[in-house]
């Protein structure tokens, strides 16, 4: 039981760091972005409201993940999904 409980306190610790750093970056960037590439405040809307939506899916669906998974197994999951995603973003020739 006690191991779940530290599953469970990394989960949320990472996930409070994650989503503070991404929420207040997000709407300092979103401005720039629209500008640098060329889109409508429609367009931008758009992305927010996915972003948003995004999360409303995400919140939705942990608890019953963690239910089925249990929370050691949904933390390694989300790592390596987390850093194959990065890998990914990493594109030769891009800057």
Do not use: H, K
């Not at 197994?73 to 390596?80: C, E, I, K, N, T």
């Not at 999904?81 to 891009?94: E, K, M, Y």
């Amino acid at each position: 039981m006690r191991r779940d409980s530290l599953a469970i306190l990394a989960l949320a610790v990472a996930l409070a760091i994650c989503l503070g750093i991404a929420r207040f970056a997000y709407a300092l960037l979103l401005p720039e972005m629209r500008e640098d590439l060329g889109w409508t405040y429609a367009e931008a809307g758009w992305l927010n409201t996915s972003n948003g939506a995004g999360y409303l899916a995400g919140a939705l669906m942990c608890a019953s993940a963690i239910a089925r998974a249990g929370p050691s197994a949904l933390w390694r999951l989300d790592s390596g999904f987390a850093c194959s995603c990065l890998g990914f973003a990493r594109q030769p020739g891009r800057q």
